[in-house]
């Protein structure tokens, strides 16, 4: 009886690998997911920031500019109080009362004091 022999030209590979895709993510992919979205964020970080210096300058000159009307407000409402203060004296004492030793105009100061302090 002959002996089985190999086909002419040999028997096909065995294939002992599967053709499955990997499981779960690669550690690379992961890695670069997180290193985007971290790109990302701190790109809109560092937007924000310049965004909020630049707030942060137009209202520090917006108020720079505003301090002469501020003043100038001011000034009118002091000048009303001292026009009511000089009324209200001469009616109370019949004649202003010269305070200071010259006519120079001092600005005056509003001090809240306390009604009932004990000591």
Do not use: C
Not at 32 to 39: D, E, F, P, S
Not at 53 to 61: F, H, L, P, Q, S
Not at 91 to 111: C, M, Q, W
């Amino acid at each position: 009886m002959p002996q089985d022999m190999p086909p002419v030209g040999g028997y096909e590979a065995v294939q002992y690998k599967r053709n499955l895709p990997a499981r779960g993510f690669r550690p690379a992919t992961l890695l670069l997911g997180v290193g985007a979205v971290m790109t990302y964020g701190w790109y809109k970080l560092i937007i924000g920031i310049r965004e909020q210096n630049e707030y942060a300058r137009e209202k520090m000159w917006s108020r720079i500019h505003l301090i002469p009307l501020l003043q100038a407000e001011e000034d009118r409402d002091l000048v009303r109080r001292h026009i009511a203060d000089q009324a209200r004296e001469k009616e109370l004492l019949g004649e202003n009362i010269k305070v200071y030793h010259s006519d120079r105009y001092v600005r005056p100061t509003f001090a809240a004091t306390p009604e009932n302090v004990t000591k």
